[in-house]
Each structure stands twice: as C-alpha cells, then as structure tokens.
C-alpha cells in the first residue's frame, strides 16, 4: 500500500525495533496496521495519507503495517483483533492506544481471515 510513501514509514518486523525504538522510544508514532487484501483497509488509504500529511510537520512519525507481511507486529508488539486498525504510541512512556472498527461493523476483517 504505502512502500516508499513520503509522509509513511513502511514497518516491517526486520525494522521494528531499529525504527520505533529510536531515539529511545521517545518518538510517538501513529501507525495503520493493514492487510492488502483488505476491502476496509483499500478504503482507508486515502484518509490515512491525508493525515499522514496533516502530521508532516508535526512530532509524529506517521507508519504503516502490512499484517500479512509482518505478522510478528501484528501478534507480539501490537495484538491486532481487525483490521484496518490505527495505534497511537509512545513506547518511551509505555502508552498505546488503539482504535478500530467496532466488532459489528462489516467494514473490518477479523486478523485471522
């Protein structure tokens, strides 16, 4: 979806740490944990780029997580239940906050499907 996206960081489970631990984890990043497959994560696109640019001059590093990819992200560092699924975080202060659909919309897809 987002390779080599200039306002999203590509996450993978090789860059994880390298990446979201930088700077000591006192970075806050806003991230889209997705799958290509996805119908509800091909309709979110556009609204994630526009706030991905939004944020561009602000202290978020905007990133992005394919789960069918990366699944070490997606089960270990972020228990993702649906998807698509955005997590604001500051690993640094240990904070994570998670938003997704609720579990009775019929736009998520379980991360299991």
Known sequence: FYFGHAFITT???????????????????????????????????????????????????????NCAKNPEICHKHIPVKRIPTLVLMHPAQGTLQTFSNPAGSAAAATAED
């Open 11 to 65: 996450l993978t489970d090789r860059l994880w740490e390298q990446r979201v631990a930088a700077n000591n984890g006192n970075t806050v990043w806003l991230v889209e944990l997705y799958a290509a497959w996805c119908h509800a994560c091909r309709n979110f696109m556009p609204k994630f780029l526009e706030v991905a640019q939004a944020l561009e001059a602000e202290d978020i590093d905007v990133g992005a997580v």
